[in-house]
């Protein structure tokens, strides 16, 4: 039996992405979708009521006053682009400037009501279809997230857990990170993630066969390369003025992939470097991300008798 997986990891909060990440089943004929974590936005936009009833905000750097009957549009755009929005006055903003636990509650509950909205998207359009859809959190998440993960009728959170998709194969998720300049939520030393990796893997019945969805790729590979940034978070540069690139990978996953050699390595995490490396017999894929304007970088790989019979990365 071929098993067709859709992977796409690195979403970010993009309200198009999701959706054609979701769409993707019945495009490519995919009956297993993963994504791989990071699924929450980086941003809070505030829309400010005017006195003359108009709109300010400020989007892609630019600020800008609207009527009302444009504020479909602008929120359109803001959610497409992985950002959330709340309404607000001049006063009330001056207020919250001055209040950074109130803010950090609005963002998470931004995150957590557009999170809401996907799950219940996914298992409207998949009931009846034959679809799962594994989602998990990557290292960016909150952990406020994880409340709203929870297995339902075609959505399964696989984190830290061995889960047998279609086909029979076993797939090993988590989405943890070794430490990276952000300081995000779900961050751990190297020795740490190497043990948490090594936790599931001992669990699989024949790891030859299986997935392991790790959310950070291999160090020292083609799909782990990225701008190297400096205490300030800016980019550093050598030579000609180029923009210095360094290997961001982890250490941790490079050895679990090497010792357990399982069929398929699904990442994300370095969005600059879309592509595949093979680990000995393990085909390491990282399908890198372009979630700002809309654009799903994803992968179709097709299982079959144990191996991987395609695959190849998909835009759009």
Known sequence: MKTRIFFVSDVHGSETCFRKFINGAR????????LGGDIT?????PIVEQQDGRYRLTLHGETVKIKKGELEEYTKAIRNSGTYYFTTTENELLELQNDKARVDALFTESMKSVLRS???LANERLKGTGVTCYISPGNDDKFEMDELLLDSECVVNPENRVVEIRGGYEMITLGYANPTPWNSPREVSEEKLYEMIENLATQLRAPEKSIFNLHVPPKGTEIDKAPAVDSELKYQREGLGMI????????????????????????????ESRGFVRIGRTLCINPGSDYGDGTLRGALVDLEDGQVKEFMLTSG
């Open 118 to 120: 996907w799950i219940n």
């Open 41 to 45: 936005g980086k941003a809070l936009v």
């Open 244 to 271: 210095k690139q360094i290997y961001a990978g982890s250490t941790a996953v490079r050895q679990a992939i090497e010792k357990h050699q399982p069929l398929l390595g699904l990442h994300g995490h370095i969005h």
């Open 27 to 34: 495009f490519y004929g995919a009956k297993v979708l993963v």
